[in-house]
């Protein structure tokens, strides 16, 4: 059965760093796609970045310059680093992973999906 683990949440303040971790399990092969998004309180999820396997990244435009999405394959890990944060980056972060051969930041791309790791920023 797969299974999708985020870890790396926390309290920081603005212009601090986190760094996310999200462990993939029960994949015969390693996620074609794998991704971030990110759910505030009332507000709708929203992709934050992409990574597909041969290493191809896209961010969307409100944390580009700010965050970087890599993964390690050999470990069946996808990270974020998040860096210069803000009060607006608070939110539920979710990694979400597809097999499909094909990638976008469209929530409905995605089929499996972890239970998130909240990420709060002070000012």
């Known amino acids: 059965q797969v299974r999708l683990v985020e870890s790396g949440g926390g309290s920081v303040q603005a212009g601090g760093s986190l760094r996310l971790s999200c462990l993939a399990s029960?994949?015969?092969?390693?996620?074609?796609?794998m991704s971030w998004f990110r759910q505030a309180p009332g507000k709708e999820r929203k992709g934050v970045a992409y990574i597909v396997l041969s290493g191809t990244t896209r961010y969307a435009d409100f944390v580009e310059g700010r965050f970087t999405i890599s993964r390690d394959n050999a470990k069946n890990t996808l990270y974020l680093q998040m860096n210069s944060l803000k009060p607006e980056d608070t939110a539920m972060y979710y990694c979400?992973?597809?097999?499909?051969?094909?990638?976008?930041?469209?929530?409905?791309?995605?089929?499996?999906w972890g239970q998130g790791t909240q990420v709060a920023v002070s000012s």
């Open positions: 029960g994949y015969a092969n390693n996620p074609y796609c």
């Open positions: 979400a992973a597809t097999t499909n051969p094909f990638c976008s930041l469209a929530r409905g791309m995605f089929d499996s």
